[in-house]
């Protein structure tokens, strides 16, 4: 088997398997005083304290770090919590606020803020042509919000776009809002970038970050949400599920204790291994660009990114064969890639991505992502070129 679809999710390290066989024993609800509870609670605490250190987390601090279930939910918390925590007087023409976010995000940010512009906040999409993002358009945007008293209230931009693999200047963002919005709540949704790309809340400029267990060689259940002192102590998010107040009331509902000890130890031992990893797949990066560009002649390029692109992620474009049927063909060869990102492949509708990004609609239905882990080697690579060869051959419409 080739896995080449890590950006979709990664096989389990063995510290995670480890890890969560043994939480296993911590049956005990953290939130129950007696001494198994008080076991489970302990561990939580530890847990968390790793997870926090791989994001540059001072030992205290005003600052959460929230588990959740998924990035998902995690974005979600962040975007409607902000929405929902305060009174807001509507302007002259009934909006009570602006939420920004760039046009090239995943769903789980795009489709709450569609549901916040449904509720009546404006809603403004940043371009991101050639995956980078159009800050003279935030800046005229920024204006407007502001002589329209439709004042920003909050912003996200993803680190990392999961499809072209993109890095967005995400700091040059925040600081561009925050001149104009300093109330404003800027997100940062890293799951793609984390462990891939050294980031803090400070090198973002991000008030709240999500990132998430299973891109990082964890199984699935867990995620985290860091929220900065300053947005806690101005009441800037409030909580969307109320509950028994778990994670300081913000994701009430019993901790997920065997995830979450996978995640703290794949985010452990990934954070110390960080370097050596990215040095692994910068190389394989380099490897696979020399062997797509044996495939040239068969019209084989990249949708490259114009400015910084993340070396574990590849869009490759194989003009006269559909994604889809390549994929399968791939597949067939037990070579898995994605086309596009893995949670709209189900869904007919175009790579949103892929639109932000510029490229054309022949281009769109003839791209396939390659997504990259340390724990590839060449020989996938070259299974993987073996099998566009061959589904080449047989496969594009001459
Ligand atoms: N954000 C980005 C950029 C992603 O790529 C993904 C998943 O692919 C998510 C958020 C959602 O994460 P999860 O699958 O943990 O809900």
């Known amino acids: 088997m080739h896995y080449l679809d890590n950006s979709a999710t990664t096989q389990p390290c063995e510290a995670a398997v480890n890890a969560l066989t043994e939480a296993i024993a911590l049956w005990g609800n ?57 009174k807001r007087t509507p302007n002259a023409d009934g909006i009570p606020g602006t939420i920004v976010i760039s046009d090239g995000e995943h769903p789980s940010i795009e489709n ?15 371009p991101t042509k050639d995956g980078v993002l159009d800050l003279d358009f935030l800046k005229n945007a920024l204006e407007n919000a502001k002589k329209s008293a439709a004042p920003v209230i909050f912003a996200a931009f993803m680190l990392v776009n999961n499809e072209t693999g993109a890095v967005y200047d995400v700091k040059a963002a925040s600081s561009l ?121 068969a019209g084989v390029t990249q949708n490259l990114p114009a400015k910084r692109q993340l070396d574990n992620i590849a869009s490759v474009v194989i003009p006269g064969v559909r994604s889809e049927t390549m994929l399968n063909h791939l597949s067939a060869r037990e070579v898995y890639v994605s086309a596009g990102s893995a949670c709209s492949a189900h869904s007919k509708k175009k790579s949103g991505a892929l639109t932000a990004f510029g490229a054309e609609d022949d281009r769109i239905d003839s791209t396939i992502r390659v997504s990259l882990s340390y724990t590839n080697t060449r020989e996938d690579i070259d299974a993987l070129i073996e099998g566009l060869r061959a589904g080449i051959a047989d496969l594009q419409k001459k």
């Open 177 to 297: 809002i925050k001149r104009y919005f300093p109330d404003a709540v800027v997100h940062c949704d890293a799951v793609q970038g984390y462990l891939k790309l050294r980031f803090t809340p400070t090198t973002l400029g991000a008030d709240t970050i999500s990132v998430s267990a299973h891109k990082i060689h964890a199984p699935r259940g867990a995620a985290a949400l860091y929220i900065s002192g300053e947005v806690i102590k101005r009441k800037n998010i409030v909580p969307v599920m109320p509950g028994g107040g778990q994670e300081d009331g913000f994701r009430s509902g019993t901790e997920n204790l065997l995830s979450i000890a996978a995640f703290a130890a794949a985010a452990e031992s990934g954070y110390a291994n960080g370097e050596a990893n990215r040095q692994a797949v910068s190389e394989l990066r380099a490897y696979l660009n020399e062997r797509l560009a044996e495939l040239a002649d």
């Open 30 to 86: 953290p939130s129950s005083v007696h001494h198994l509870g008080r076991t489970s609670a302990d561990a939580l605490a530890a847990y968390r304290r790793t997870v926090a250190k791989t994001l540059g987390l001072p030992r205290f601090s005003p600052d959460k770090l929230l588990f959740t279930s998924c990035g998902t939910e995690s974005n979600n918390i962040a975007m409607l919590g902000c929405a929902a925590a305060k």
């Open 112 to 126: 709450p803020a569609v549901r916040l512009s449904e509720q009546g906040y404006a809603l403004v999409r940043v």
